[in-house]
C-alpha cells in the first residue's frame, strides 16, 4: 500500500490543478460578428416625375428574438419605369456596415433574384459582374396597371457556381414584401 | 436462400420457415455405431465463464477438439466405449475426466480452476476490461474487424445488429444503439471516455478503427463502470493490452475502394526492449483518403476526405506492477456535400424536389468549401498495482484535446486575404481521473469499486452555437457478482454529480450560469446456463444531465434548415432499461442469439416543432425548441448462424427498434427502420496454408413507416435491398500469415436513400464499390 498513496496524492494534485479556478475565457460577442440587420430599396422614377419609394427590412436583433422593426410595403405608381437599388446593411455596428458592399466585390459569387405578382411589374437587373452576368444591386422596374401582391428579393449565394440561374446556391437573403401598384 | 423478397412479413415468415427446416435436419439422431460424439462446455470454476481455446482430447485415440468462444467444444464420430478425457489450458491446471461412452453426450460441463499465481491473468484475456460476462456483449475481434476495416469505425461497427449509422454523407457517421446516439451512447477509447463535440448530429467519433483489437458493445444501460450516462449503450474500443506484447511483430493494413477511389493504410509495429523484457513499446499510424464519392447516376460533389492518426505506447510489466503510458493523434478533414448546404426552408424544398443534385461534379480528391477539420489528442497514464490477498487497484488519468473546426463559404467568414476563418470553431479539454480498485474472490463474491472524475473546458471562437463551459463530474461506484455454478448474478450501484457553468452573450450582457446535477445509477443482471441454452436478463436505470445545447442553442442549424431552441430549465432525463435474450447454441452447428429490450426514457430530451416559423432576413425557418418527454424504446433482435452443409455456413440477423412517444403517443423520428440480412459462407478451399472462403450476402432495409410526419420536413425513403459478396483468403507470404479479401458492395448498383443519411433529403447513397483488403503480420 505504501506505493499507492504517493500516486493517488500526484494525481489529486493533477486534478485541482487543472480544476483550480483560473476565470474563465469570455467567449467572444456574436453581435461583433458580421450580420445583415437591414435591407432597404430605393425606387427613383427614370423621369423624374413619380415622388422616389423607399422601402425597408430591419430586425436590429438578428435571427429570432424581437420581430422586426420595420417591414414596409413597396408602393409604386402605374406606368412607371423605376431605378432601384437594393442596399444591404449591419446597424449593430457603429457606424453602420454596408454588406451590400461586400456583395459587390463579390459579385462572381452573388445574384439578386426577383418574383413578382403578374405581369404589371416588370424587374430587369442592369448591373453585372466580371464575368458579365448580372447581379441585380441595380435593376429597373417597369409597371403598368394597378394590382396589388407580394414580391420576394432573394440574394443567392453561388460560390463559383454561378451562371445566371436563380436555383442554383443557398440565400443569404429571401424576404417577401408586399407591393402595391396604385 | 437469397431471393429475399421485399416484403418484410413474407421474408420473415420464409426465413423462420427455413430456418426450422435445417434444424429440424441437423438436430437428426444419428444411427452409426461409431458415429458417437461429445459435446461439453469449458468454464472456469471460479467464475463460471467460457475458457477459449483450451484443448479437449480422447487420450485413447488422439482426438480432440479446441474450445471456441463460448468454452464449447465437439468430438465426433468415436465407437463406443471407455475413455480418459484430458482437458488442458495454459493458465489452468489440466484436468482428467473418465467417460463411458454409450449414446451421444452433450453438455457436459467440465469445470478448470486457475493456476493459483496467474488468478487474474487468465481472466484477463487481450485488454479485456471486465472478468466476465453476464451482460450480453457484442463483440468484433480479428477477421470481423479486418472484413469491416477501410471505412470508418461506424461503418465498421454496424456488423452488430442492432447497430445502425446516424450519417452525413459517406464518411461522417456516428454509432446509433438501438436508435438512440450522440450523448445517450458513450464510447471507451482505450479506457478512456471519448470526449469530442459529440452532441453534434454531425460530428463523427474521432478514433482510429486501426487502433482496436478489439471493439465490444454493450446495449442499453448494462454497464456502470464508466459513467451513469449510458441511456442508449456502450462502446468499447480496446486496443492490444501492452502486456500482451512478447516478441517484435509488425502488422501491415491496406484497404482499396473503388467508389471514392479511396485507399487506407495502416502499419502497427510493437516488441520489448532486448535487455529489459518488461519494457514494451507499440507504433501505429494511419493515412487514409477519399476522393468524390458517386452514386450510380451522378458525382456527389466534394464528398472528399483524408485522415491522418498515429499513436504511441510504452508499457512496463513486472511483477505485480503493470504501467503504461499512452498518446494517440487523430486529424481528419471532411469534405461536406455542397448539395446538402442550403440557406432556408424553400431551398430544402426546392432540393428534395429535384432527383439529382444541381451542383454537377467530377471526380476529385480536392476537399473545398464547406468542410470540417477535426484534431483529436488523447494521452493516457495508467498504472495498476497488484497487492497480494486484497486484489488489484488501477489509476489512470487521461488528457484529452479535441479541435473542431468547420468552414463555410460565407461572406461573414471570408477574410481580406481571400481566406477564410473557420464559421464554427470549438476547443474542448478534457481531464480523466479513474481509480479502481477490483477485490480478490471472496467465496462466491468477486467485485470492484471506484471513483471517476473528469473535469472539461469548452471554449468557442467565431459563431455561437454552443456556449462555453466548465464542467466538473464527480461518481463512485460498486460493483458485485455472484456465481454457483451455471447460475451467476452481478449488481452494481453509483452515485454521480454534475456541475458546469457557462458563459454566453444575451443582448451585450455576458450571462455566467451554474447548473448542477446528481443521481444515482443502478444495473442488475443475472445469468443461467441451461444445456445448450443461456438466459441473460437485466434490469438497469441510468441518468443523463441536459447537455449545453439542449439548454443553450439558439440560431439557425444551417445543415439542418432549422431554427433551434434551447431550453434552460431542463432536468436530468432517466431511464429503465430491461431486456432479456436467450442465446441457443447447438454443438457449434447452430447459434441463436434472440433479444427483446424495453427502454423507457422518462424526462426525454426532445426536439419539437414549434409554430410559427421564425423569419429572418435569410427567409423563413422551422423552429424546433428542446422540450421533456416520456419516451419508450422497445424492440427486438435475432442473431443466428447455422451450418448448412459442412462448413458452409448461413447468418442471418434482423432487428427492429420502435420508438415512442408516451406523453402524445406518436412515433419519435430519426429511428432506424426494420432490416434483414443474410449471407452464406461457402469454404471453397482448406488445407494447412491456405483457406479460401466465399461469401455471399444481402440485405433488406425496410421503410420506416413509424415517424410523426409532422416531426421531419420530408417522408421517410423507400425500402431497399443490396446484395454483397466477397472472397476471403487466408494463406502465406514469405512465411508469414496474411490475409486478401476482394468484394463489391451493392452488386446491382441499386439507387437509393438511407432514413438514416441526413443527406437523404439531397442525393442517392453511393453506388456500386469495389474493394481489396490486405493485411500481413510479421511474426518473427
Given at each position: 500500500?505504501?506505493?499507492?498513496?504517493?500516486?493517488?496524492?500526484?494525481?489529486?494534485?493533477?486534478?485541482?490543478?487543472?480544476?483550480?479556478?483560473?476565470?474563465?475565457?469570455?467567449?467572444?460577442?456574436?453581435?461583433?460578428?458580421?450580420?445583415?440587420?437591414?435591407?432597404?430599396?430605393?425606387?427613383?422614377?427614370?423621369?423624374?416625375?413619380?415622388?422616389?419609394?423607399?422601402?425597408?427590412?430591419?430586425?436590429?436583433?438578428?435571427?429570432?428574438?424581437?420581430?422586426?422593426?420595420?417591414?414596409?410595403?413597396?408602393?409604386?405608381?402605374?406606368?412607371?419605369?423605376?431605378?432601384?437599388?437594393?442596399?444591404?446593411?449591419?446597424?449593430?455596428?457603429?457606424?453602420?456596415?454596408?454588406?451590400?458592399?461586400?456583395?459587390?466585390?463579390?459579385?462572381?459569387?452573388?445574384?439578386?433574384?426577383?418574383?413578382?405578382?403578374?405581369?404589371?411589374?416588370?424587374?430587369?437587373?442592369?448591373?453585372?459582374?466580371?464575368?458579365?452576368?448580372?447581379?441585380?444591386?441595380?435593376?429597373?422596374?417597369?409597371?403598368?396597371?394597378?394590382?396589388?401582391?407580394?414580391?420576394?428579393?432573394?440574394?443567392?449565394?453561388?460560390?463559383?457556381?454561378?451562371?445566371?440561374?436563380?436555383?442554383?446556391?443557398?440565400?443569404?437573403?429571401?424576404?417577401?414584401?408586399?407591393?402595391?401598384?396604385? | 436462400m437469397l431471393y429475399i423478397l421485399?416484403?418484410?412479413?413474407?421474408m420473415?415468415?420464409t426465413i423462420?420457415?427455413l430456418l426450422?427446416a435445417i434444424y429440424?435436419i441437423s438436430?437428426?439422431?444419428?444411427?452409426?455405431?461409431?458415429?458417437?460424439?461429445?459435446?461439453?462446455?469449458?468454464?472456469?470454476?471460479?467464475?463460471?465463464?467460457?475458457?477459449?481455446?483450451?484443448?479437449?482430447?480422447?487420450?485413447?485415440?488422439?482426438?480432440?477438439?479446441?474450445?471456441n468462444a463460448?468454452?464449447?467444444?465437439?468430438?465426433?464420430?468415436?465407437?463406443?466405449?471407455?475413455?480418459?478425457?484430458?482437458?488442458?489450458?495454459?493458465?489452468?491446471?489440466?484436468?482428467?475426466?473418465?467417460?463411458?461412452?454409450?449414446?451421444?453426450?452433450?453438455?457436459?460441463?467440465?469445470?478448470?480452476?486457475?493456476?493459483?499465481?496467474?488468478?487474474?491473468?487468465?481472466?484477463?484475456?487481450?485488454?479485456?476490461?471486465?472478468?466476465?460476462?453476464?451482460?450480453?456483449?457484442?463483440?468484433l475481434q480479428g477477421d470481423e474487424l479486418f472484413l469491416g476495416s477501410g471505412l470508418?469505425?461506424?461503418k465498421a461497427?454496424e456488423k452488430i445488429n442492432?447497430?445502425?449509422?446516424?450519417?452525413?454523407?459517406?464518411?461522417?457517421?456516428?454509432?446509433?444503439?438501438?436508435?438512440?446516439?450522440?450523448?445517450?451512447?458513450?464510447?471507451?477509447?482505450?479506457?478512456?471516455?471519448?470526449?469530442?463535440?459529440?452532441?453534434?448530429?454531425?460530428?463523427?467519433?474521432?478514433?482510429?478503427?486501426?487502433?482496436?483489437?478489439?471493439?465490444?458493445?454493450?446495449?442499453?444501460?448494462?454497464?456502470?463502470?464508466?459513467?451513469?450516462?449510458?441511456?442508449?449503450?456502450?462502446?468499447?474500443?480496446?486496443?492490444?493490452?501492452?502486456?500482451?506484447?512478447?516478441?517484435?511483430?509488425?502488422?501491415?493494413n491496406m484497404s482499396a475502394f473503388s467508389n471514392?477511389?479511396a485507399?487506407a493504410?495502416?502499419?502497427?509495429?510493437?516488441?520489448?526492449?532486448?535487455?529489459?523484457?518488461?519494457?514494451?513499446?507499440?507504433?501505429?499510424?494511419?493515412?487514409?483518403?477519399?476522393?468524390?464519392?458517386?452514386?450510380?447516376?451522378?458525382?456527389?460533389?466534394?464528398?472528399?476526405?483524408?485522415?491522418?492518426?498515429?499513436?504511441?505506447?510504452?508499457?512496463?510489466?513486472?511483477?505485480?506492477?503493470?504501467?503504461?503510458?499512452?498518446?494517440?493523434?487523430?486529424?481528419?478533414?471532411?469534405?461536406?456535400?455542397?448539395?446538402?448546404?442550403?440557406?432556408?426552408?424553400?431551398?430544402?424544398?426546392?432540393?428534395?424536389?429535384?432527383?439529382?443534385?444541381?451542383?454537377?461534379?467530377?471526380?476529385?480528391?480536392?476537399?473545398?468549401?464547406?468542410?470540417?477539420?477535426?484534431?483529436?489528442?488523447?494521452?493516457?497514464?495508467?498504472?495498476?498495482?497488484?497487492?497480494?490477498?486484497?486484489?488489484?487497484?488501477?489509476?489512470?488519468?487521461?488528457?484529452?484535446?479535441?479541435?473542431?473546426?468547420?468552414?463555410?463559404?460565407?461572406?461573414?467568414?471570408?477574410?481580406?486575404?481571400?481566406?477564410?476563418?473557420?464559421?464554427?470553431?470549438?476547443?474542448?479539454?478534457?481531464?480523466?481521473?479513474?481509480?479502481?480498485?477490483?477485490?480478490?474472490?471472496?467465496?462466491?463474491?468477486?467485485?470492484?469499486?471506484?471513483?471517476?472524475?473528469?473535469?472539461?473546458?469548452?471554449?468557442?471562437?467565431?459563431?455561437?452555437?454552443?456556449?462555453?463551459?466548465?464542467?466538473?463530474?464527480?461518481?463512485?461506484?460498486?460493483?458485485?457478482?455472484?456465481?454457483?455454478?451455471?447460475?451467476?448474478?452481478?449488481?452494481?450501484?453509483?452515485?454521480?454529480?454534475?456541475?458546469?457553468?457557462?458563459?454566453?452573450?444575451?443582448?451585450?450582457?455576458?450571462?455566467?450560469?451554474?447548473?448542477?446535477?446528481?443521481?444515482?445509477?443502478?444495473?442488475?443482471?443475472?445469468?443461467?446456463?441451461?444445456?445448450?441454452?443461456?438466459?441473460?436478463?437485466?434490469?438497469?436505470?441510468?441518468?443523463?444531465?441536459?447537455?449545453?445545447?439542449?439548454?443553450?442553442?439558439?440560431?439557425?442549424?444551417?445543415?439542418?434548415?432549422?431554427?433551434?431552441?434551447?431550453?434552460?430549465?431542463?432536468?436530468?432525463?432517466?431511464?429503465?432499461?430491461?431486456?432479456?435474450?436467450?442465446?441457443?447454441?447447438?454443438?457449434k452447428k447452430t447459434d441463436i442469439?434472440?433479444?427483446?429490450?424495453?427502454?423507457?426514457?422518462?424526462?426525454?430530451?426532445?426536439?419539437?416543432?414549434?409554430?410559427?416559423?421564425?423569419?429572418?432576413?435569410?427567409?423563413?425557418?422551422?423552429?424546433?425548441?428542446?422540450?421533456?418527454?416520456?419516451?419508450?424504446?422497445?424492440?427486438?433482435?435475432?442473431s443466428s448462424s447455422t451450418k448448412l452443409y459442412r462448413e458452409i455456413k448461413l447468418h442471418v440477423k434482423t432487428?427492429?427498434?420502435?420508438?415512442?412517444?408516451?406523453?402524445?403517443?406518436?412515433?419519435?423520428?430519426?429511428?432506424?427502420?426494420?432490416r434483414m440480412e443474410g449471407d452464406v459462407d461457402i469454404p471453397i478451399l482448406k488445407n494447412s496454408k491456405q483457406q479460401l472462403v466465399w461469401n455471399i450476402g444481402a440485405s433488406y432495409i425496410?421503410?420506416?413507416?413509424?415517424?410523426?410526419?409532422?416531426?421531419?420536413?420530408?417522408?421517410?425513403?423507400?425500402?431497399?435491398f443490396l446484395v454483397h459478396g466477397d472472397l476471403t483468403t487466408h494463406f502465406s507470404l514469405?512465411?508469414f500469415p496474411a490475409q486478401c479479401n476482394i468484394g463489391v458492395n451493392n452488386v446491382l448498383n441499386t439507387?437509393?436513400?438511407?432514413?438514416?443519411?441526413?443527406?437523404?433529403?439531397?442525393?442517392?447513397?453511393?453506388g456500386r464499390n469495389f474493394y481489396i483488403k490486405f493485411r500481413i503480420v510479421?511474426?518473427?
Amino acid at each position: 500500500m505504501k506505493t499507492i498513496i504517493p500516486i493517488s496524492q500526484v494525481l489529486f494534485f493533477f486534478f485541482f490543478l487543472s480544476s483550480c479556478d483560473k476565470a474563465p475565457t469570455i467567449p467572444p460577442n456574436p453581435n461583433e460578428e458580421e450580420l445583415i440587420t437591414t435591407l432597404q430599396i430605393t425606387f427613383i422614377d427614370s423621369l423624374g416625375i413619380a415622388p422616389n419609394v423607399v422601402a425597408k427590412y430591419q430586425d436590429l436583433d438578428g435571427d429570432g428574438g424581437n420581430a422586426p422593426l420595420l417591414w414596409d410595403s413597396i408602393k409604386l405608381q402605374t406606368n412607371t419605369t423605376y431605378l432601384a437599388n437594393i442596399v444591404l446593411l449591419d446597424e449593430t455596428k457603429m457606424p453602420a456596415d454596408t454588406i451590400s458592399n461586400e456583395v459587390l466585390d463579390e459579385a462572381v459569387d452573388h445574384l439578386f433574384c426577383f418574383e413578382v405578382p403578374d405581369t404589371n411589374c416588370v424587374i430587369t437587373r442592369t448591373d453585372k459582374d466580371l464575368n458579365n452576368l448580372e447581379i441585380g444591386l441595380q435593376s429597373t422596374w417597369k409597371t403598368k396597371n394597378q394590382t396589388s401582391g407580394n414580391v420576394r428579393i432573394l440574394l443567392r449565394h453561388q460560390p463559383g457556381i454561378k451562371t445566371g440561374d436563380c436555383s442554383l446556391g443557398a440565400s443569404d437573403v429571401d424576404l417577401i414584401f408586399g407591393m402595391k401598384i396604385e | 436462400m437469397l431471393y429475399i423478397l421485399p416484403y418484410y412479413n413474407f421474408m420473415k415468415r420464409t426465413i423462420i420457415l427455413l430456418l426450422l427446416a435445417i434444424y429440424s435436419i441437423s438436430i437428426r439422431a444419428q444411427i452409426n455405431p461409431c458415429s458417437l460424439s461429445i459435446h461439453g462446455k469449458i468454464l472456469e470454476a471460479s467464475g463460471g465463464k467460457p475458457i477459449e481455446a483450451a484443448t479437449v482430447y480422447i487420450k485413447e485415440l488422439q482426438k480432440g477438439d479446441h474450445t471456441n468462444a463460448t468454452g464449447e467444444f465437439f468430438i465426433y464420430g468415436v465407437c463406443p466405449g471407455n475413455y480418459t478425457l484430458i482437458i488442458q489450458h495454459l493458465h489452468h491446471d489440466p484436468q482428467i475426466e473418465k467417460i463411458d461412452l454409450q449414446k451421444n453426450i452433450q453438455n457436459k460441463i467440465i469445470y478448470l480452476t486457475c493456476h493459483t499465481d496467474t488468478l487474474h491473468q487468465a481472466i484477463v484475456k487481450g485488454s479485456r476490461l471486465h472478468w466476465e460476462d453476464i451482460t450480453v456483449k457484442n463483440k468484433l475481434q480479428g477477421d470481423e474487424l479486418f472484413l469491416g476495416s477501410g471505412l470508418s469505425l461506424g461503418k465498421a461497427l454496424e456488423k452488430i445488429n442492432g447497430l445502425t449509422n446516424l450519417s452525413t454523407g459517406n464518411h461522417i457517421s456516428k454509432p446509433a444503439i438501438r436508435g438512440l446516439h450522440s450523448n445517450r451512447v458513450l464510447i471507451m477509447n482505450n479506457e478512456l471516455r471519448q470526449e469530442g463535440q459529440q452532441w453534434g448530429n454531425e460530428h463523427a467519433p474521432e478514433i482510429d478503427q486501426y487502433i482496436a483489437k478489439e471493439i465490444e458493445v454493450v446495449k442499453g444501460a448494462q454497464t456502470i463502470q464508466y459513467g451513469s450516462d449510458i441511456i442508449g449503450g456502450l462502446i468499447l474500443v480496446n486496443p492490444k493490452s501492452m502486456k500482451l506484447i512478447d516478441k517484435p511483430l509488425a502488422e501491415v493494413n491496406m484497404s482499396a475502394f473503388s467508389n471514392g477511389r479511396a485507399l487506407a493504410m495502416s502499419t502497427t509495429l510493437e516488441a520489448n526492449i532486448k535487455k529489459y523484457k518488461a519494457i514494451s513499446w507499440r507504433l501505429q499510424g494511419t493515412y487514409r483518403f477519399a476522393g468524390n464519392g458517386k452514386t450510380p447516376k451522378y458525382y456527389l460533389k466534394n464528398t472528399g476526405m483524408k485522415e491522418l492518426n498515429y499513436s504511441a505506447a510504452v508499457g512496463y510489466h513486472k511483477g505485480n506492477l503493470e504501467a503504461e503510458l499512452y498518446h494517440s493523434y487523430f486529424t481528419s478533414d471532411l469534405g461536406i456535400f455542397t448539395g446538402s448546404h442550403i440557406g432556408n426552408l424553400s431551398d430544402l424544398y426546392a432540393a428534395f424536389q429535384r432527383d439529382r443534385p444541381l451542383d454537377s461534379a467530377q471526380f476529385t480528391y480536392a476537399i473545398d468549401l464547406p468542410f470540417q477539420q477535426v484534431q483529436h489528442q488523447l494521452s493516457k497514464a495508467k498504472l495498476k498495482v497488484k497487492i497480494a490477498n486484497t486484489g488489484s487497484l488501477k489509476v489512470i488519468y487521461g488528457l484529452q484535446k479535441n479541435l473542431r473546426k468547420e468552414f463555410d463559404n460565407t461572406l461573414a467568414t471570408k477574410l481580406p486575404d481571400g481566406s477564410y476563418k473557420p464559421a464554427l470553431n470549438f476547443n474542448l479539454v478534457t481531464h480523466n481521473y479513474d481509480f479502481n480498485f477490483e477485490h480478490k474472490a471472496l467465496k462466491r463474491f468477486e467485485g470492484s469499486f471506484g471513483v471517476n472524475g473528469f473535469y472539461q473546458v469548452n471554449e468557442y471562437y467565431g459563431a455561437y452555437f454552443i456556449p462555453n463551459y466548465q464542467k466538473f463530474t464527480g461518481g463512485f461506484y460498486w460493483v458485485e457478482k455472484w456465481h454457483k455454478k451455471a447460475f451467476s448474478i452481478e449488481g452494481g450501484l453509483r452515485y454521480d454529480v454534475n456541475q458546469f457553468a457557462i458563459q454566453k452573450w444575451e443582448q451585450n450582457v455576458l450571462l455566467n450560469v451554474k447548473h448542477r446535477y446528481k443521481g444515482f445509477a443502478t444495473t442488475l443482471a443475472a445469468r443461467y446456463q441451461f444445456p445448450f441454452v443461456t438466459v441473460h436478463i437485466n434490469v438497469g436505470s441510468a441518468w443523463r444531465a441536459p447537455f449545453v445545447n439542449e439548454l443553450y442553442s439558439f440560431g439557425v442549424h444551417h445543415s439542418a434548415a432549422s431554427f433551434e431552441i434551447g431550453d434552460r430549465n431542463l432536468v436530468p432525463e432517466r431511464n429503465y432499461n430491461s431486456s432479456i435474450t436467450i442465446d441457443f447454441n447447438y454443438q457449434k452447428k447452430t447459434d441463436i442469439e434472440f433479444t427483446l429490450f424495453n427502454n423507457y426514457i422518462h424526462n426525454y430530451i426532445n426536439l419539437q416543432p414549434q409554430l410559427p416559423a421564425t423569419l429572418t432576413i435569410r427567409g423563413a425557418f422551422p423552429t424546433f425548441a428542446y422540450s421533456q418527454t416520456n419516451a419508450n424504446f422497445y424492440g427486438a433482435e435475432f442473431s443466428s448462424s447455422t451450418k448448412l452443409y459442412r462448413e458452409i455456413k448461413l447468418h442471418v440477423k434482423t432487428n427492429i427498434t420502435i420508438a415512442k412517444n408516451i406523453s402524445t403517443n406518436e412515433f419519435l423520428v430519426g429511428i432506424p427502420p426494420a432490416r434483414m440480412e443474410g449471407d452464406v459462407d461457402i469454404p471453397i478451399l482448406k488445407n494447412s496454408k491456405q483457406q479460401l472462403v466465399w461469401n455471399i450476402g444481402a440485405s433488406y432495409i425496410g421503410k420506416q413507416t413509424r415517424a410523426n410526419p409532422a416531426m421531419d420536413y420530408v417522408q421517410p425513403p423507400a425500402d431497399y435491398f443490396l446484395v454483397h459478396g466477397d472472397l476471403t483468403t487466408h494463406f502465406s507470404l514469405s512465411k508469414f500469415p496474411a490475409q486478401c479479401n476482394i468484394g463489391v458492395n451493392n452488386v446491382l448498383n441499386t439507387n437509393y436513400r438511407d432514413y438514416m443519411n441526413r443527406n437523404r433529403y439531397y442525393a442517392n447513397e453511393t453506388g456500386r464499390n469495389f474493394y481489396i483488403k490486405f493485411r500481413i503480420v510479421n511474426k518473427s
